[in-house]
Every structure is written in structure tokens, then in C-alpha cells.
């Protein structure tokens, strides 16, 4: 017996659905270029029913993006502490240990973002330069 009757009895659905498939996604565009709008504005903005005023860009400053890394950073150590907590009654005192580490470890990281100001918000205010004083 060959393989290649009963390769195209179990392929078939495959090719079936891959048919239709191809066959909704050119009805859906020609029905979109078919009934869309033919004016000259279609390619004017339009936000929420009002058209917008202004630049829609606009510049966000990098340490949006540094918060942003820090927190997923430590969210995921969050996720490995709940794993740790899960299987705490297996990992006995060395996992416990292993987690007091990890958890200093973090700890010095954050504390160190901290001192460097990398959590600072606002704005920077420069220090105060010591004055000597004149004799």
C-alpha cells in the first residue's frame, strides 16, 4: 500500500482551511476598497471624533525607560521568590539561605539605583558647592 493516499487523506482539512483562509482575507480587503471612503481626508488624523491639534509626537525622557527596565527587572525576581515559596518545604535551609542571598543581592542593587539617583523623578537639583572660607 502507498503512503501517499493516505498522506493526502489526513493533509486534506489543512489544505481546506488554508483555502478558506485566503479566500475571507481577499473578500474582507475587497470589501473594505469596495465599500471604504472615497474622499480626500482619509488620510487626515483623527483621534476620538476630534481632529487633533499639534504635534502628535513628543519626547519622553529616558528615565521613563530606565523605571520602566528596573521595574520588570525586579518584578521578575518577584516571580522567582513566589517559585521559591512554593517549594520552600523541599529546599529546606540551603534553599532558605540561597533565597537570603538572592534577596541581598537584590537589596544592594536597589540601594545602589538608589545612591545613584537612577529612581529620581523630579527634577535634578545641583548640590551646594562648600565654600572655602577666606582667612
Keep these: 500500500m502507498s503512503?501517499?493516499?493516505?498522506?493526502?487523506d489526513a493533509l486534506w482539512p489543512?489544505?481546506?482551511?488554508a483555502g478558506a483562509v485566503l479566500v475571507i482575507v481577499l473578500?474582507?480587503?475587497?470589501?473594505?476598497?469596495l465599500a471604504g471612503p472615497k474622499d480626500r481626508k482619509h488620510g487626515e488624523p483623527f483621534e476620538s471624533g476630534v481632529v487633533t491639534i499639534g504635534e502628535g509626537h513628543f519626547r519622553i525622557s529616558a528615565q521613563f525607560y530606565l523605571i520602566a527596565m528596573f521595574f520588570v527587572i525586579f518584578d521578575l525576581e518577584a516571580v522567582f521568590i513566589?517559585?521559591?515559596a512554593v517549594a520552600v518545604r523541599e529546599t529546606g535551609w540551603a534553599g532558605y539561605i540561597e533565597m537570603l542571598i538572592f534577596v541581598g543581592i537584590l537589596l544592594v542593587g536597589l540601594i545602589y539605583l538608589w545612591r545613584l539617583g537612577a529612581l529620581d523623578w523630579g527634577p535634578h537639583r545641583p548640590k551646594p558647592?562648600?565654600?572655602e572660607r577666606e582667612s
Excluded: Q
Excluded at 503512503?3 to 493526502?8: D, I, T
Excluded at 473578500?27 to 476598497?33: D, F, N, P, V
Design 3 to 8: 503512503e501517499s493516499p493516505l498522506l493526502a
Design 14 to 17: 489543512l489544505f481546506l482551511y
Design 27 to 33: 473578500a474582507m480587503l475587497g470589501l473594505s476598497y
Design 82 to 84: 513566589y517559585a521559591w
Design 129 to 131: 558647592i562648600a565654600r
